[in-house]
């Protein structure tokens, strides 16, 4: 009796115990892999902030150089070279 039962645990822990619990960590992993709705809309929230507090500042810079030409921004912004890139939702309006 014991040479039957012990081949069929075995067989039983490797065919479907194991799989089963690789199966399962693997979905978990998948389903935190990406971040929650609520910090993605943060995320979203930060970026437009920081954007446009930048735009801010170029504006800022850009009126101090016009009163004094011979002022220059301490900083050399690479932001001015490159496009400006934009969401979709900018792109439909």
């Avoid at 609520?38 to 979203?44: A, I, Q, S, T, V």
Wanted: hydrophobic share 40%; glycine share 4%; charged share 35%.
């Amino acid at each position: 009796m014991e040479d039957v039962i012990i081949p069929l645990i075995v067989v039983g822990i490797l065919f479907i115990g194991l799989p089963w619990l690789i199966l399962h960590y693997v979905t978990k992993w998948k389903a935190t892999a990406t971040l929650p709705e609520g910090d993605e809309r943060l995320l979203d929230e930060l970026y437009d902030l920081a954007r446009r507090l930048e735009d801010r500042v170029h504006t800022v810079e850009r009126i101090v150089s016009a009163d004094n030409p011979d002022w220059r921004p301490a900083v050399r912004h690479e932001r001015e070279e490159e496009p400006r890139l934009t969401y979709r939702s900018e792109r439909s309006n």
